[in-house]
C-alpha cells in the first residue's frame, strides 16, 4: 500500500478541492486519482501517487545532479 | 514508463558503482527505512554492486509488518459482526492476528471488501446505507493524508455508517526508538523518500546531530538508491552527519503541506504498538477528539484488547524489523516460513524484507 508510482494527468474534473480529481495514467492503465493535495497540478503533469491520492507533483528541473558533478570531477581528473 | 525508465540505466548504476568504490576506505553500515526500498535493492541487486565493506540493513518502513496483532484481531471481530463490512487494503489480508488471518476469518463468512483507496471505502458507503463500512486505516504518513481525506469526505456527505479503524504509524519516532536500542548498529539511514513526500524532512535535522547518522532522503528506483547510497558514504568517509536530499524531484524540505493540515485536523498523535518492537511513544496517528464518532472501536462488541501475545510465537519479526538480524538468520526462515505458509507478518507483505529474501534469494 506504501509503494508510490509516477503517473501523468491526462484529464481534470471537480472545482470542490475536496473532490477535485483527475485521470492519470501509468503507462498503458489510468486511474481516478484525488487530487485534493495537488491542486495546483496541471494536465500534463507528472504526479506521485499514494493509495489514490496524488501526493506530489514531480519536478523535472529538480531532478539529481549528483551524476554530471561526477562525471564533471571525472573529466576534470582525467585533464590533469 | 517516465520517471521510471531512465532511473534504472545500467550504465549509470555501474557509473556510482565504480564511484562508490573508489570513496571507500573502511566498513560502513547503512539502513535503508522503507520496505518498498528493500525490495528494489534485492529485486535490482544492488546489494552485490556495493563494496564489500558496506552493509546494507533493512528497517522498519513495512505498513503490514509493523500493524500489531491486536489491530488485525480487531478488524477480524468487527469483520464477523453482522451489519458490518471490512474495507482493507489487499497486503492486510493475509497478516497473522493472535488466531488467524483476514483471509481465513473471510472464508468463515466475515464480510470483507479489498480497496485500493479509502475513497473506495466512501463510495461504498454511500451505496450500502444498511451497512456500517469499517476502513482499516494502517500505513505510514504516505496513506495517512488519503485516510483522513475519507473522514473528511465522509463529513462532507454526512455519511452516518463509515468508520476507521485506525492505527497510522510515524516513522521519525521509530528511527529515534532505533537509535536508542543497544543493539543498533546503524550507521547511516537511507530515509523513506515517499514519507518525506507528505511529511518533508525538517524533522530528520535533530536526529542526525542527536546521533550523529547522516540521513539522506532517497527514491524507489534503482538510480536512486545507488546515489543515497553513495551521498551517505560521502558523509561518512568525511565525519559528516547532515540531512540530504536525493528525491529532489518528488520531496521538498517543508513536504506536503495540504496534507498534512489533513492530517492535523483529523488525527492527533499517540503512543503505538509496534509488532515485535512494543510501544513506540508519539508514534502513531488516531483520530481526535473531533472525529471520534468514527472511531470503529465503538462498533467492538469488547473493549479493544492488546494483543494476545502468543509465548510460542517463533516470528523474530521485532529483529528483522529493527534490522538487527537479516532474514535468513531467523531459524523459521524457509522451513517453517515461507509465502505459502507464513508464521509472520515480515514474510507475507509485499514490502516485508522476509518476503523479498525468499523471492530473490529462494531458501538460501
Ligand atoms: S522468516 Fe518468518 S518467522 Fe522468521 S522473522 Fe521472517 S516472518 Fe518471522
Redesign the pocket.
Known sequence: MCLGLPGQIKSITGEDPLFKSAQVAFGGVQRQISLMYTPDAQCGDYVLVHAGFALSVIDQDRASTLLSALESETSENKAT | MKYVDEYRRPEKILRLRDAMHQLVSRPWTIMEVCGGQTHSILHHGIDQLLPDPVELIHGPGCPVCVTDTSLIDQAIELALTPGICLCTYGDMMRVPGSIESLFSARAKGARIEIIYSPTDAVTFAQQHPDLNIVFFAVGFETTAPASAAAVLMAEALSLDNFYLLASHVRVPPALEALMQNKDCRVQGFLAAGHVCTVMGYHEYHQLAQTYHVPIVVTGFEPLDIMEGIYLCLRQLETGKHAVENQYRRCVREQGNVHAQEAIHKVFQVVDMPWRGMGVIPASGFSLNRHYVHRDASVLLQHAPTTSKTNTND????G??LQGIIK?PA?????K??TPEH???????SSE???AAYYHYYGHL
Open positions: 517463533p516470528c523474530l519479526a529483529q528483522v532474514p531467523c531459524p523459521a526462515y524457509g517453517s516460513c507464513p508464521l509472520g507478518a515480515p514474510m507475507v516485508g524484507a522476509c
